[in-house]
């Protein structure tokens, strides 16, 4: 089984900044893809960030410039930088990996981030 366990989630006003982290443990054999979406209240969930296991990395347009996406694969953990955030940002926030020679995919429980105004 994986676990995917997230943190660093909360209440930041408007121009702040958070940094999450999701940690993945468990039996696998290598992460390729790891990823962030979110999903606010009335909206399909959607991609916010990834980074593959060449460093390659891709970025919702509403986001980029603003968060950074990084990973410690000695640690298999995965990284969210949000920067300058908006209100537009509140969401529950999901950590997602792709591993194992099958390519299965794996969801955190997901964290709370809201933005005030």
């Known amino acids: 089984q994986v676990q995917l366990v997230e943190s660093g989630g909360g209440l930041v006003q408007a121009g702040g900044s958070l940094r999450l982290s999701c940690a993945a443990s468990g039996s696998f054999a290598g992460v390729n893809v790891m990823a962030w979406y979110r999903q606010a209240p009335g909206k399909q969930r959607e991609l916010v960030a990834r980074?593959?296991?060449?460093?390659?990395?891709n970025y919702a347009d509403s986001v980029q410039g603003r968060f950074t996406i990084s990973r410690d694969n000695a640690l298999n953990t995965v990284y969210l930088q949000m920067n300058t955030l908006k209100p537009d940002d509140t969401a529950v926030y999901y950590c997602?990996?792709?591993?194992?020679?099958?390519?299965?995919?794996?969801w955190g429980q997901g964290t709370q981030v809201t933005v005030s105004s």
């Open positions: 997602y990996i792709v591993a194992g020679y099958r390519g299965t995919g794996y």
């Open positions: 980074i593959f296991s060449s460093g390659n990395t």
